[in-house]
């Protein structure tokens, strides 16, 4: 990862403040890396920390909106006013600033694909939006392929013969 500026309590106050649009945040637990924050800014510069080496003043001081999900951690990691959950499963979240989440489609992926690839899916997003491209997706966006569709119609034809079936057994049984 040296693509990444990992900060310390040593060199972080030269960076601040931080214009933070994303960040990745691993509960102690998490598969993965526990104890890390990631954070990408708007002008695409990608830190990380962990927070279990700092103090949470200087950990909030890096990452305001993190402060927003420490104080509220007993709401199960909500969204910070302005910003956006994407739960990607495994004690790993990924917080977006609406603006951002509205300009990334994370509709065809599931949680593992997104915890992959999600620094290039921001740093794209960061330059439509630098260009004027927006997708204008939304959180509610559902795609909904053929394949769903056929998949859907199946089982509901399979709920249909069931119930038939039974209908029939019950009206043998009278």
Same mark, same amino acid.
């Given at each position: 990862?040296?693509?990444?500026?990992?900060?310390?309590?040593?060199?972080?106050?030269?960076i601040l403040p931080l214009d933070v649009v994303a960040f990745h945040y691993s509960d102690l637990g998490a598969c993965?890396?526990?104890?890390? !924050?990631?954070?990408?800014? &708007?002008?695409? &510069?990608?830190?990380e920390i962990d927070y279990t080496e700092l103090p949470r003043e200087i950990v909030f001081s890096i990452c305001p909106p993190f402060a927003a999900i420490c104080q509220a951690a007993a709401n199960d990691h909500p969204s910070p006013v302005g910003w956006m959950r994407l739960n990607l499963g495994l004690g790993n979240s990924l917080y977006l600033t609406s603006e951002l989440r509205q300009n990334i489609s994370v509709a065809d992926l599931c949680?593992?694909? !997104?915890?992959? &690839?999600?620094?290039?899916? !921001?740093?794209?997003?960061?330059? &439509?939006?630098?260009n004027g491209i927006v997708l204008d997706v939304s959180i509610e966006d559902v795609r909904v392929t053929p394949n769903h569709i056929e998949t859907l119609n199946?089982?509901?034809? $399979?709920? $249909?013969?069931?119930?038939?079936?039974?209908?029939?057994?019950a009206d043998a049984v009278l």
């Open positions: 990862m040296s693509e990444f500026v990992v900060l310390n309590k040593a060199d972080y106050k030269s993965g890396r526990p104890g890390v !924050i990631i954070i990408i800014t &708007r002008d695409k &510069r990608k830190y949680p593992p694909e !997104i915890y992959q &690839r999600w620094v290039p899916m !921001i740093i794209d997003a960061l330059y &439509r939006i630098e199946d089982a509901i034809s $399979d709920y $249909d013969d069931s119930l038939n079936t039974m209908e029939e057994q």
